[in-house]
């Protein structure tokens, strides 16, 4: 919470090292972490007085205050919930041992470019990279190096995929079941795929070939997604 604005953060726990890579969500492939912050931004009133709450909060005393007023994105992350095992050469201190801990356990993801939200995540680092999130402080205010978008373009980015989302539950509602795996890189649509068995897709064959999708740069996305956004209020 900060002056008339509350801030949804969705931390999603797991096991591996999961990054949030722009080019998988804006193909279609990642976007159940974002999906998780859309939804939260849409349903936040049904959410937070949820009976499977800890603490419910007692919207109705603070909307009538106008504390809601504004209900904002803060991030979207990863976290890896594990007992990581710490390499040395030798006898470490403890303290030393902490921070290579806090290392492995930090958050991946995304995350406003607000400085004041960003030290509500983290109030312990002043300079150089946090060890909570993907943030990079300098004298000025937050690294270019920083896994950060503006406001606007995490409002895009989520309106893009709950886009894509609608899209494509609709193409399968329609019965759209094309044999078009993706390839991307040494990625495979058929890796873990239950239907590979029966579905017999073969290179080999003719007709069966892959969607190859290609890296595009993080700058071309952002400006194609911001694109989208301005063509949708149009």
Same mark, same amino acid.
């Given at each position: ?9 969705i ?12 080019n ?7 976007m ?18 949820? +009976? ?7 919207t ?11 209900v904002v994105?803060?991030g979207?992350?990863?976290? +890896? ?49 946090s ?16 896994s950060?978008?503006s ?19 609709s ?9 078009? +795996? ?39 996305i ?13």
């Open positions: 919470e900060l002056d008339d604005r509350i801030f949804f953060r931390v999603d726990y797991k096991s591996g090292h999961n990054k949030l890579d722009l998988d969500v804006y193909y279609g492939l990642s159940q972490l974002l999906v998780y912050l859309g939804v939260t931004l849409s349903l936040w009133k049904e959410i937070v007085n949820s +009976p499977y709450l800890l603490s419910p909060l007692d109705q005393g603070l909307v009538t205050k106008g504390v809601f007023k504004n994105p803060a979207a992350f990863y976290m +890896p919930i594990r007992d990581p095992f710490i390499e040395t050469e030798g006898p470490c201190e403890r303290e030393l041992v902490v921070k290579e801990i806090q290392k492995e356990l930090k958050m991946t993801g995304i995350l406003v470019d607000d400085l004041d939200v960003i030290r509500l995540m983290d109030n312990t680092t002043s300079s150089g990279q060890d909570l999130v993907s943030v990079t402080f300098t004298k000025s205010g937050v690294g270019a190096a920083s950060t978008a406001y606007d373009q995490v409002r895009a980015l989520l309106n893009y995929v709950m886009r894509r989302v609608s899209d494509i539950s193409e399968i509602v329609s019965g759209r079941i094309d044999i078009s +795996p993706f390839l991307k890189n040494e990625m495979r649509g058929c890796t873990y795929c239950p239907f590979e068995s029966f579905c017999v897709f073969d290179v080999l064959l003719e007709g069966n070939e892959y969607r190859v999708l290609r890296n595009i740069p993080k700058n071309a952002w400006d194609a997604i911001m694109n989208d956004a301005k063509g949708e209020k149009d």
